[in-house]
Nanobody, 125 residues
Framework: QVQLVESGGGLVQAGGSLRLSCAASGRTFSHYAMGWFRQAPGKEREFVAT?????????YYADSVRGRFTISRDNAENTVYLQMNSLKPEDTAVYYC?????????????????WGQGTQVTVSS
């Protein structure tokens, strides 16, 4: 069993930056691929970024955030991060951390086994 707790959300002006963190429990965290998803009001949850278990060996981003967001992980600290730069109002959403009981990356919500409760990110114009 893996428990995920997100933090770092908040209110920021357009063009600003935020860094989200996701702290994971469980001894097998380092073997899991991790992902970030987001859900805006009235919309479906969508993929943001994913990282394989070997840290930076494999990452993938949604087109809407590529070049602005960076996913990383620290397996020693059981933590995955999402650095968000050049934020836009359309980035406003609840951001969720997810863990997948596989080492390879994935962009589909149904392929993830564990989810955090989410952290709100609001970008004002």
């Amino acid at each position: 069993q893996v428990q995920l707790v997100e933090s770092g959300g908040g209110l920021v002006q357009a063009g600003g930056s935020l860094r989200l963190s996701c702290a994971a429990s469980g001894r097998t965290f380092s073997h899991y691929a991790m992902g970030w998803f987001r859900q805006a009001p009235g919309k479906e949850r969508e993929f943001v970024a994913t990282i394989s278990w070997r840290g930076g060996s494999s990452t993938y981003y949604a087109d809407s955030v590529r070049g602005r967001f960076t996913i990383s992980r620290d397996n020693a600290e059981n933590t995955v991060y999402l650095q968000m730069n050049s934020l836009k109002p359309e980035d406003t959403a609840v951001y969720y951390c997810a863990a997948r009981k596989e080492s390879t990356i994935a962009t589909v919500t149904r392929l993830y086994d564990y989810w955090g409760q989410g952290t709100q990110v609001t970008v004002s114009s």
